[in-house]
Structures are given as C-alpha cells and as structure tokens.
C-alpha cells in the first residue's frame, strides 16, 4: 500500500488546499476579465493554463485526502475485520464435501487479535475443525487446532494433515507443530502484499486458498476416522 500513497501532515494539505484555490480563483478571474473587456488579451492563455493547473492540482490533492483516509489505522482494522469476518467466512461456506457445503460458526472476541472459526460438515454436526485466524498487514496467520492426547494420537494427526501441509507450502505457507497436553496446534504463515486490502483479487486468492485447505483437512481427518472437535478445556 505504502508504494501508492502519498502522506502529508494536515497543515500541508490545507495550504497546499488554499494556494491551489487562491491560484485556480485569480488564473480564472485574470482570464474572464481579459475575454470581457479585451483589455490584456495576451494573459488568456497563460491565466488560462494556471487555471487549469490548479484545477488539476485540487483534483490530486482531494484523491490523496480520500486514500489517506481508506488507508488510516482504524479504516485498516475495519476492512481486515470485514475480509475476516464477511470474506473468509463466504469462502469457507462455498466449499463443499460430498455435495454438502461447510457450515461455520465465528467467534469475535475484542481482547483476542484473532478470530475464531468452526468449521463443520453438516452430516456430521458434533465435530468442528477450530482454526484461528489473524491478518498482520504483511503477513497472514492461520492456526488450526486438533484433538490428542499426545505420542502416537500426536503422530496420527501429523500423519493425517502432512499431505495438506506439505500442499500449502507450495502457496508460499510455512508451518509449525506446536504440541499440547490435551490437543496439537499447526501455526501455518504466508507473507501478503502490504496493499492486501485494497486489492479485491488477493483478497478473494488467500480467502479461497484458506477455504480450500481447510475442507482438505476435515476430508483427511473423516478419511483417517480422526475426531476434530477439542475438549471443552481446549477450545
């Protein structure tokens, strides 16, 4: 994002704001005065093109104002709250398994910067696959967390979820196992243009991309008779 934008404290902008005006305002009014009266006649050309300069030059100043203001902190967070919530849950209700198409429940919580998601088949309900999504401007995290009870269950899962993994790296993922009593995480990141947000085709890429790695891993695990939903404790 930063490639395209031009930044500017507020003071500058309103004088640059009011030079511009003052100038488009005299250049015009040079330029009327010289066509009414005849008086001056060879200003009309040079006024003329001051005018149209500065009508230029407002137009560019007004596009900067609104970018910088799409691109502010709170605007960021909103749009990255909009793609995690509106976005990526669309995707993942798209995706089907067996003709079926994935419910998923969301879980916003304003302490935690990621979002929660469960992600179902409909045939069967009882087990949700919880992953955990965050969106850090350059960089895109996702987690996904899995029932064990540790040694073999812990390799059972891996087992499981290797050819998907191994799959994502190919999408630019890194990926790490993270183990714990109760159930065993894999921290999955991808680096994301900084202008992620203003660019609708990327948005649309990772959310797909996420959507599509997800009902490969819920396949897997029916697959492998592999239950998905945690313990209460761990979710």
Request: glycine share 6%; charged share 20%.
């Amino acid at each position: 994002m930063d490639r395209f934008l031009i930044y500017a404290p507020n003071w500058v902008k309103n004088c640059a704001a009011i030079l511009l005006v003052v100038l488009f305002a005299t250049a015009f009014g040079v330029s009327a005065h010289a066509l009414v009266t005849g008086e001056n006649r060879d200003l009309i050309a040079p006024a003329f093109s001051a005018a149209q300069a500065a009508g230029v030059g407002i137009i560019i100043l007004g596009v900067i104002s609104f970018t910088e203001r799409d691109a502010s902190p709170k605007a960021l967070l909103a749009k990255s709250k909009g793609w995690l919530l509106h976005t990526l849950k669309g995707a993942l209700e798209r995706v089907t398994l067996d003709g079926r198409r994935l419910s998923v429940d969301i879980t916003e919580t304003p302490e935690d910067i990621f979002i929660k998601y469960r992600v179902r088949d409909p045939r069967t309900p009882a087990d949700a696959l919880e992953m955990h999504v965050f969106l850090n401007v350059k960089r895109l995290w996702v987690y996904y967390l899995f029932p064990s009870s540790g040694g073999d269950d812990a390799e059972r899962v891996a087992q499981a979820v290797q050819v998907t993994f191994e799959g994502a790296k190919g999408a630019g993922y890194e990926w790490t196992q993270v183990k714990h009593p109760a159930r065993v995480e894999y921290h999955l990141s991808a680096p994301i243009d900084a202008d992620f947000l203003m660019k609708p085709t990327e948005q649309l890429y990772w959310a797909q991309d996420i959507a599509s790695m997800t009902r490969s891993l819920i396949a897997s695990a029916q697959k492998n008779r592999m239950p998905l939903t945690l313990a209460p404790a761990q979710a």
